[in-house]
């Protein structure tokens, strides 16, 4: 089984635009695939895809685990040709490595990067001691935009441990990194590895879901046996030597190659270490987590002087971020439909919908935490990135 020759694995109709095989609308066709040889594999599930997909992959040679320095030199040439250049991988201060490794944990790189939150975090909160004194208001108008705020306030809790407990310089050990506030053992490997080039073991998403494959793993991931066995997997294929380009190598790998769904197996670097056989089936997880739906009714109110009906919330999701002030439907249903956003925080998929408080005659009664604001005093308040929206759009329009 040589190292040119090509499997075909899977060979069916797919409707992902973009991808490399796949034919562009009308009716399926086959493919050809110009390999001299090729076996057809396993042939369930091919009828979901709309268009041809086919997924060619080189055989399985050798485990990673029988050859990791091979399977470590062979990630290290492709990431040293193909990796990324983010303004994370280019610092080794802990400080900023926390920052974006804290952010990226719910958040895409491409939100990151893209709408600037992680350079104009670190323009208001250059260092770990800013942040540990850093006001509520302040932090959370930073983090706007990035959803899931309690991890602003979690990185401030860290700096002011790392302030409080070391003067402000991080500890390098496993043990003492995992005893901060906020920092479990994904994080602590984050920051041993690219800030302090130390061995570490780094497992996130990506990278669970290359080691499932790479190891043709047909248990579920994500349940104790799982998580234990990918964190196994990850130590013994760890480069102690170069643990910094390694485990950014294998992150990277996992976004942009050994990706969710099909992967693109034929530009794989690794693909001769890879026992997977319909890798677009795994990772094997226990089963999904359901989704509620949820409505939420919102006023649109305006004073005679211009100013804006607004609420500072003191909940447990977002206390201290400001929103429009949120009624029960049977109070709003009378009014005329503004606007509706759609968003989703973590199994929930809500519906903002806002209603026009001023097209009603009978005052509206303001309730605990409701505050009027002057139009340009909102553009500076903490808001969910829903509410900013609406409330750019329509402040303008009134
Ligand atoms: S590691 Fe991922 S991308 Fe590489 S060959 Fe295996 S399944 Fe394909």
């Not at 441990?161 to 994080?187: C, K, S």
């Not at 294998?250 to 942009?256: A, F, K, P, T, V």
Request: charged letters at 25%.
């Amino acid at each position: 089984m040589g190292g040119l020759r090509a499997e075909l694995w899977r060979f069916g109709y797919g409707s992902r635009s973009g991808d490399k095989w796949a034919g562009r609308g009308g009716p399926a066709l086959p493919i050809l695939i110009p390999y001299p040889r090729f076996d057809i594999g396993d042939w369930r599930g091919w009828r979901k895809w709309g268009r041809i997909t086919a997924v060619l992959k080189t055989r399985h040679e050798i485990s990673a685990l029988d050859a990791p320095e091979k399977f470590r030199e062979a990630l290290a040439r492709w990431f040293g040709t193909n990796g990324k250049d983010y303004p994370w991988r280019r610092t080794r201060v802990p400080y900023e490595v926390l920052i974006s490794e804290v952010m990226l944990q719910q958040t895409q790189i491409a939100t990151v990067l893209g709408k600037g939150y992680y350079t104009r975090f670190l323009a208001v909160f250059p260092d770990v001691e800013t942040l540990a004194v850093a006001e509520d208001a302040p932090l959370l108008k930073a983090w706007e935009g990035l959803g899931y705020y309690r991890r602003a306030r979690m990185l401030r809790e860290t700096a002011r441990a790392v302030v409080a407990e070391y003067g402000g310089e991080f500890p390098t050990g496993l043990e003492d990194l995992m005893r901060l506030p906020g920092i479990g053992r994904y994080t602590a490997g984050a920051l041993r590895a690219f800030a302090f080039g130390l061995p570490a073991v780094v497992v996130d998403g990506n990278v669970s879901r290359v080691l499932s494959r790479l190891m043709d793993c047909a248990e579920p991931i994500d349940d104790g046996v799982g998580i234990k066995r990918v964190w196994g997997w990850a130590a013994d294929l760890a480069d102690a030597e170069r643990p910094s380009v390694y485990h950014a190598a294998l992150m990277e790998l996992g976004q942009s190659v050994c990706r969710p769904g099909v992967p693109d197996c034929l530009a794989c670097p690794v693909s001769g270490f890879c026992k997977a056989s319909a890798p677009e089936l795994l990772p094997i997880k226990r089963g999904k987590v359901s989704i509620t739906t949820v409505d939420e009714h919102a006023l649109w109110l305006r004073d005679g002087a211009g100013r804006l009906l607004m609420h500072h919330e003191s909940g447990k999701r977002r206390t201290g971020l400001w929103k429009l002030p949120i009624r029960e439907f049977t109070e709003v249903q009378h009014l005329p439909l503004l606007t509706e956003q759609r968003y989703a925080i973590t199994r929930y998929r809500v519906t903002l919908r806002v209603y026009d408080g001023n097209a009603a005659e009978s005052a509206c009664q303001l309730t605990t935490g409701d505050a009027w604001v002057e139009p340009d005093e909102v553009s500076v308040l903490a808001m969910a990135a829903p509410f900013r929206r609406v409330v750019e759009e329509w402040l303008s329009d009134f």
